[in-house]
């Protein structure tokens, strides 16, 4: 199930006012741009000023949505996470404010889903820092290393060494160096006078601007390596909110949530909406990745209130799908009465199977999907997607998204369909080059439109068929799978062989066993006959022609000889 931590200003109130009295395009380009922004990132002086931050992706905030307070008011958002600090610039629509913790940030630097850390910014004293650890109660300190200046801008640099000092073992030895993840998110939000957050920015998330090349993605558990690759069963840039061998229901085993999100990772809008139609997942059409089976499926749920966990052992609507070879997928907390399939029933590629919802126990409108060995007592088993963009930032556009063939679904990311580009076809007959007996000249397939005896691939005079698809049409091709150059006695024989058997058949020539359809050299009727013996004399002692480069319409006459 999803969780997000909401802001916790409520829990630093009496706090607070002690310390006022004092006061992964291809590899190739991402390596690139880390190359360059971390060229750029070693000129960054922390001074307020800004405008050495060229190189350094930086991701927009709408403005206007601070109540007023233009220098609160976040209007983009960049980091640069070096080998040794975390920087992070924050633009507002009035210069930023240098009185009491103004600005906060929220960081999620490691393998566990949702912001570890969160930071209170002051320029007089010390920052706060609150530490999640995982399945722990969070730690609240002061912390006095960061480097912070207020001018055009606001600028902060966050040294790994001395953060690591105040972090529980586990979380310190993964903030850097070899057990650092591969990249790191910031969220960042602004207070008012009375500490009331104001402008909860965009999250932005880079990778690590440390030499390249590197893993961009972080390693899979173990027993991950070799996953069951299906197609994304939604449209849209989805967010793993959630993935394997996490925590609470996906502890210990192979499962996966998907949901839309806003620019601050937020599930609704207006934030923790008590309305599922204000949850951008919820209606969404679920569809058959591939062709399958329905194995079973749960309509008969009610959709529970969002952030509910509704009673304990609730079930979600379903539909589980077998797709051959033992593996059956899940997708589940499906809208009440949404399921249009029933169980046995066949399912094609792209056929709606449900709608996204908020049944059994869950916190918001999400889809959770797995996949599972039947006949293993239904063990849950790895899952990747086929051609997908991956990125890490919420954006319509995000400098580090990455194509992929296929991606192994790790949470944190953001992931869409990026259908494969379609197959060569040069002369566009709707046949692929690579399944194209005539490459440089449309003969499409015919289809069997009630006409199975004629399958196979039409030239562009005649009608004329190549049904062996050896690149001959059938009216120029004598040779019959037998050795030799030359069409030669052993092609009479086989086409003797064939008389008066139904082109439809497979059962031609010496050995029985051969379609039919190829001995069918005339083009005509039902039975291979005497226009077929006719024609093979005729090419007696002769190759095979013409090719459809060569004469792509007829076998004889000027363009032939």
Not at 76 to 88: G, H, W, Y
Not at 176 to 205: C, I, Y
Not at 311 to 320: C, E, R, Y
Not at 481 to 508: M, W
């Amino acid at each position: 199930m999803s969780r997000s931590r909401p802001l916790k200003l409520f829990f630093f109130l009496a706090t607070l006012a002690i310390w006022a009295e004092p006061a992964q395009a291809d590899d190739s380009a991402i390596f690139s741009l880390i190359d360059s922004a971390r060229t750029a990132a070693q000129a960054i002086a922390i001074d307020g000023d800004g405008s050495d931050w060229a190189g350094i992706p930086e991701f927009a905030d709408p403005v206007g949505d601070a109540g007023g307070e233009a220098s609160r008011d976040i209007t983009s958002v960049a980091i640069a996470p070096t080998a040794d600090a975390l920087l992070v610039k924050i633009e507002t629509a009035a210069p930023p404010p240098t009185e009491f913790l103004n600005f906060w940030l929220e960081i999620d630097f490691f393998r566990e889903e949702g912001f570890e850390l969160m930071l209170g910014l002051d320029l007089s004293f010390p920052d706060l820092l609150n530490i999640f650890p995982p399945n722990d109660f969070g730690i609240f300190t002061s912390w006095d290393d960061s480097s912070k200046a207020a001018g055009q801008v606001f600028e902060v640099r966050i040294p790994y060494a001395s953060l690591a000092a105040e972090l529980p073992a586990e979380m310190a030895a993964e903030l850097s160096g070899a057990n650092a993840r591969s990249w790191v998110r910031v969220r960042p939000f602004s207070v008012g006078e009375d500490l009331a957050p104001l402008d909860l920015g965009t999250a932005v998330a880079s990778y690590l601007l440390i030499p390249t090349p590197y893993a961009l993605d972080p390693p899979v558990p173990a027993g991950g390596e070799n996953p069951t690759a299906i197609p994304m069963p939604l449209a849209g840039k989805q967010y793993v909110s959630q993935g394997p061998m996490t925590l609470g229901s996906h502890s210990g085993v192979w499962a996966y949530d998907i949901n839309l999100v806003n620019d601050n990772l937020h599930p609704d809008d207006p934030f923790e909406s008590p309305n599922l139609s204000d949850y951008f997942s919820f209606g969404l059409t679920l569809t058959a990745p591939v062709d399958a089976t329905v194995f079973s499926m749960d309509e008969s749920q009610p959709d529970l209130p969002p952030r509910h966990p509704g009673p304990i052992l609730t079930p979600p609507n379903f539909v589980f799908l077998d797709i051959g070879n033992d593996i059956g997928l899940l997708f589940s907390h499906l809208i009440q009465d949404s399921v249009p399939v029933v169980p046995l029933a066949p399912v094609k590629a792209g056929d709606p199977i449900g709608l996204v919802g908020h049944s059994g126990s869950a916190s918001w409108p999400h889809l959770h999907l797995d996949a599972q060995e039947i006949d293993n007592g239904f063990t849950t088993t790895p899952l990747a997607f086929t051609h997908v963009e991956v990125s890490l930032n919420p954006g319509a556009v995000d400098p580090w998204a990455r194509a992929l063939d296929e991606w192994s679904i790790r949470d944190g990311f953001f992931v869409e369909p990026n259908p494969a580009p379609p197959a060569p076809d040069t002369d566009s007959d709707g046949v692929p080059d690579a399944e194209d007996n005539c490459v440089l000249v449309a003969n499409p397939k015919l289809g069997t439109g009630g006409t199975p005896a004629r399958e196979g691939f039409q030239t562009t005079t005649g009608g004329q068929l190549d049904d062996d698809a050896d690149g001959f049409g059938n009216a120029c091709d004598a040779k019959f799978g037998t050795p030799g150059q030359f069409v030669g006695g052993v092609d009479i024989g086989e086409l003797l062989a064939s008389f008066n058997k139904d082109r439809s058949g497979a059962n031609c020539g010496g050995s029985g066993n051969k379609p039919c359809a190829a001995f069918d050299l005339d083009n005509s009727g039902q039975f291979i006959g005497g226009g077929d013996i006719t024609r093979t004399f005729q090419l007696f002692n002769k190759e095979p022609g013409p090719t459809c480069e060569a004469c792509p319409l007829e076998c004889e006459g000027p363009a032939c000889d």
